[in-house]
């Protein structure tokens, strides 16, 4: 069942995760079908392979469920346009959708969807068996950041570099400018276990934002970047889209706040 008060308070970022493989009756994808609107439907046709497709209608139905939470609005009447980085917004007009911010993610098993009011949030999420490149560090990180993985053994580097990938790319989807921002002029460090700390050469400041990072179920991790306009807080729930919700069982690994 959806839970009956989903009101977003000053600050808090709600987390919701769409595990993609329990997610396969057809009937329900039957249902995620009829919420895209044209353009979707066929974007969906133009993916070849049958993995790729169940991921674009899983992402597009949690969205749309998602946000039908917070406004009045039916998930297929919900309506997007891209930024000029490619970032989408809600484009929508009037009452609660004004203040209405979300982001999206996917790894090969998990959908996420962050949302927040009033505020910029970015999120993303890898799983952990995944195979970093071996070779070019410095075409992701920053000097600190790839002298800190260069110390670590090599069963060790490839976590740390999914780590410190997921925070720099939550981080580059809330500033909502994609790649234009250069990788070398920000990083992270872990100065304790539970502790991040956001190092900006760009002019933005650390306090300007809240990050944290958890993972969910044994391989997934997920960060998520959030303006810090007043006191953070972050939810997460576990979705199925047109079926149900309830909490997500996550470990925060670390954060900001």
């Known amino acids: 069942m959806y839970p009956s008060d989903l009101g977003l308070h000053p600050g808090e970022v709600q987390l919701w995760l769409s595990p993609l493989p329990i997610i396969h009756d057809a009937k329900l994808l039957e249902g995620y079908a009829a919420l895209l609107s044209k353009d979707e439907t066929s974007r969906l046709h133009r993916f070849h392979f049958p993995r790729d497709k169940h991921r674009y209608l899983v992402t597009r139905a949690l969205i749309r469920t998602v946000l039908s939470f917070y406004a009045d609005v039916s998930p297929s009447d919900w309506q997007f346009a891209a930024n000029y980085y490619g970032r989408p917004s809600i484009s929508n007009k009037g009452g609660a959708v004004q203040d209405l911010h979300f982001n ?11 949302v927040r009011k009033s505020g910029s949030i970015g999120v993303d999420t890898e799983n952990l068996d995944r195979n970093i490149p071996s070779e070019g560090l410095n075409r992701y990180f920053s000097d600190f950041e790839q002298a800190a993985l260069r110390a670590l053994p090599p069963n060790r580097r490839n976590h740390q570099f999914l780590e410190l990938w997921t925070l720099k790319e939550s981080y580059i989807k809330a500033r909502e400018m994609g790649l234009s921002l250069p990788l070398s002029e920000f990083g992270f460090e872990f100065p304790s276990e539970n502790e991040i700390a956001a190092i900006f050469r760009n002019g933005d400041r650390a306090d300007r934002w809240a990050f944290w990072q958890l993972r ?15 006191a953070p807080s972050l939810t997460a729930r576990v979705l199925i889209p047109l079926q149900g919700t309830h909490p997500a069982d996550i470990h925060l690994l670390r954060s900001t706040a």
Do not use: P, Y
């Open 104 to 114: 999206i993610s996917h790894s090969s098993e998990l959908v996420v969807c962050a």
């Open 216 to 230: 969910f179920g044994r391989r997934d991790l997920v960060a998520i970047c959030s303006e810090q306009n007043c």
